[in-house]
């Protein structure tokens, strides 16, 4: 009996210019193949899916002022944008130690700066947080420059599959590491109105913590389990209901935001972790050592502040940055990520 051939499958159509879905963007999420889907998609102002654009990489590298032979440090490596830009000033001379505590994106950013030609000669990666940089330090020596961009990544936030945005449907995890610690899911089992409330307030600025906080403990009273994106913000979108219709929608647009944002800094710890760096960093820093960080969140960047302003008036730092640095009107345009970040630095004396 002949043997039948295999059925021939088409190839999936790449719908339309714009694809929604994160798994329809196959194009994008495979830019080695197809640079073209890659580059119009950053000419129009978005960011590839699977990618993410560094930010004030002008500003961070005239600032570093960065020499052959020199050593840094990148405390979230992510996409390794920033990590490439440095690593060419260094002309194959001297070496990056870098840190990320994403498993699943440290071992793609590894292998795409190892086909670029920067392997273990020249870089070091770590899977570990950047609060342990004392650790590396005292192996390494203390570092020329040292950069923390405390940004989620933009392959975290569009992978519905990591729970990072509210617009996609998917687990409410918002693990930084998904192998390690608890969800935001398994979070919202246990958590206390009251602690939700301080949660909101104290991570996100959030002006409506105080009705968010009741409508998702009385969900949680009446039995259902908030394990998903779409869940939460339904909860959300429920409870700002009575709001004036004609701000109704963006008001919780920007709470879903806040919200989302809170929950992950809580369950990453991510002010514990930054606290613990800004203490440590002065020790890892050689003298004249530059450090540039970057953040997205007021409460972040009033942790930088007051650790940079402590240990200059202590004579730590020989100067700190007179304010933060904003991104150009360009680049705002160009990456609408980039509308939040701030930027200040710090010299050891």
């Keep these: 009996m002949d043997q039948k051939e295999p059925k021939h499958e088409r190839r999936v159509r790449y719908k339309g210019t714009h694809p929604k879905t994160f798994k329809d963007k196959y194009k994008e999420l495979q830019p080695e193949k197809y640079s073209d889907a890659v580059i119009k998609a950053i000419e129009r102002g978005s960011t590839p ?28 490596m992510g996409y390794g944008g920033h ?50 940089i004392d650790k590396i330090a005292s192996e390494s020596g203390p570092f020329n420059f040292i950069l923390a961009d405390l940004g989620v990544s933009s392959m975290q936030i ?8 509210y617009k996609r449907e998917g687990p409410l995890d918002l693990r930084l590491n998904p192998k390690k610690g608890r969800s935001a899911a398994d979070r919202l089992r246990t958590v206390s109105q009251n602690e939700l409330e301080g949660m ?20 949680r009273a009446r039995g259902s389990a908030i394990s998903t994106t779409t869940q939460l913000k339904l909860i959300i979108k429920n409870a700002l209901k009575s709001l004036p ?21 809580d369950v990453n710890k991510e002010f514990e972790v930054l606290y613990e760096f800004l203490e440590k960093l002065p020790d890892a820093l050689a003298p004249g050592g530059r450090v540039a960080i970057l953040s997205f969140h007021s409460g972040e960047d009033r942790l930088v502040k007051k650790s940079f ?3 200059f008036n202590d004579g730590v730092y020989q100067e700190i940055a007179d304010g933060p640095i904003r991104p150009s009107s360009e680049e705002c345009h160009a990456n609408s990520r980039a509308h939040s970040a701030k930027m200040r630095w710090a010299i050891k004396s």
């Design 158 to 165: 569009d992978n519905p599959e990591r729970g990072f945005s």
């Design 309 to 311: 302003k402590r240990f």
């Design 200 to 219: 909101l307030i104290e991570n996100s600025d959030e002006p409506h913590a105080v009705v968010i906080a009741r409508a998702i403990i009385s969900e």
């Design 245 to 265: 219709e004609a701000n109704r929608d963006e008001e919780i647009k920007k709470s879903c935001q806040r919200c989302f944002q809170a929950l992950r800094i």
């Design 49 to 76: 899916a699977g990618m993410h654009i560094p930010i004030c990489v002008k500003e961070i590298l005239g600032f570093f002022q960065i020499s052959p032979g020199q050593t840094g440090f990148d405390a979230t």
């Design 83 to 132: 990590t490439l830009e440095m690593l060419k000033c260094l002309d194959s001379k001297g070496h990056i130690h870098a840190t990320d505590v994403d498993p699943l994106e440290l071992l793609r950013t590894q292998k795409r700066l190892e086909d670029l030609g920067y392997g273990s000669d020249i870089l070091t990666i770590h899977q570990m947080n950047f609060c342990e």
